[in-house]
């Protein structure tokens, strides 16, 4: 069974700072999305990562992937306010997403 | 036009009460999915339908009832449920049917309180 962690859960960072946020994933998989939540809304598709070096950027959002470690890692440069929010990896297995617990992020001005 | 549209936005409902939650979508997408979601937790997925079939149930109790009319929409009927059942219900769609690794598309949500 697939099982997916991400950590930290929690994330307290000044604007400017960088910072990056792990998935580790315990079997292998051919696909891996990073989600945002916004408090009380629904969830929205950050990035689909496919093979092992992937690598995808929008704005200060930047995502990788090593399928060899089983490691996806979201790193965030030069925080702003606006990036406050729960982000979650998931894993395809079974044709079937395996979430992360999700790391909540606030961005203090 | 990646639109997930869900009613009602918000739903309080007794325990004996009958209600249905509505999800649509018009990307001609094949695989239509309900989740739920309880606070700070990540959602957990009930029922998938692809091609208008129930093609994955989640050991999801019976007093939730999937329906699905057509490909553009997917009903949940509600019947007797409980306090625990209170969560945000989400649906999502993506454009393959089962099996399928596509991106799935989520809507607003439902927030269902049921007292």
């Known amino acids: 069974e697939l099982k997916v962690e991400q950590n930290p859960l929690f994330l307290s960072m000044q604007e400017g700072k960088n910072y990056t946020i792990y998935c580790n994933y315990s079997?292998?998989?051919?696909?891996l999305y990073w989600y945002r939540q916004d408090p009380g809304k629904s969830l929205e598709s950050l990035f689909v990562?496919?093979?092992n070096g992937a690598v995808k950027q929008e704005g200060r959002l930047m995502a990788s992937l090593d399928t060899k470690a089983r490691l996806s890692t979201l790193h965030i440069t030069a925080a702003v306010h606006d990036l406050s929010a729960t982000y979650f990896c998931?894993?395809?297995?079974?044709?079937?997403?395996?979430w992360g617990a999700g790391t909540k992020l606030i961005i203090k001005p | 036009d990646t639109e997930v549209t869900q009613t009602p936005k918000h739903l309080v409902m007794g325990m004996t009460n009958k209600k249905s939650l509505k999800c649509e979508q018009h990307?001609?997408?094949?695989?239509m999915y309900w989740y739920k979601q309880k606070a700070k937790k990540p959602p957990e997925l009930m029922f998938v339908?692809?091609?208008?079939?129930?093609?994955i149930n989640e050991s999801v109790p019976s007093r939730f009832s999937p329906e699905c009319p057509n490909s553009s929409l997917l009903n949940l009927h509600l019947h007797a449920l409980q306090p625990e059942d209170s969560a945000l219900y989400l649906c999502?769609?993506?454009?393959?049917?089962?099996?399928?690794?596509?991106?799935?598309?989520f809507g607003p949500g439902t927030r269902l309180t049921v007292l």
């Open positions: 999502a769609s993506s454009r393959s049917g089962l099996p399928s690794t596509d991106t799935q598309y």
């Open positions: 990307m001609g997408h094949r695989a």
């Open positions: 339908y692809s091609y208008e079939k129930l093609s």
């Open positions: 079997t292998t998989s051919d696909r």
């Open positions: 990562l496919l093979s």
């Open positions: 998931a894993v395809v297995s079974n044709y079937q997403l395996i």
